[in-house]
């Protein structure tokens, strides 16, 4: 059974910095594609960034070159380092296999918001 948790959010002001972490059980986690989505208010889910098992990276255009994502294989965690954070950054923040819908376990999020 899969099961993922995800933590750091926070509230934080415009240019600011958090780091997410997500712990991943119920799965072989090593080869997995991970990815971290967000849900802005009143806004459908969205991919922020991808890593793949060999550590291949890519990134939504809104958030290329402020957002990190990194994993660690032995401790089954994918981590998203945001620094210069935006207020349109804000949203519930959610980590899966790359591809993951709605037929698909998710975690609880972790709330970021960013305050003009």
């Known amino acids: 059974q899969v099961q993922l948790v995800e933590s750091g959010g926070g509230l934080v002001q415009a240019g600011g910095s958090l780091r997410l972490s997500c712990l991943a059980s119920?799965?072989?986690?090593?080869?997995?594609?991970m990815a971290w989505y967000r849900q802005g208010p009143g806004k459908q889910r969205e991919l922020v960034a991808t890593?793949?098992?060999?550590?291949?990276?890519s990134y939504a255009d809104s958030v290329k070159g402020r957002f990190t994502i990194s994993r660690d294989n032995g401790k089954n965690t994918v981590y998203l380092q945001m620094n210069s954070l935006k207020p349109e950054d804000t949203g519930v923040y959610y980590c899966?296999?790359?591809?993951?819908?709605?037929?698909?376990?998710w975690g609880q999020g972790t709330q970021v918001t960013v305050s003009s």
């Open positions: 899966n296999t790359l591809h993951a819908g709605s037929r698909d376990a």
């Open positions: 890593i793949f098992s060999a550590g291949t990276t």
């Open positions: 119920g799965m072989i986690f090593s080869i997995k594609p």
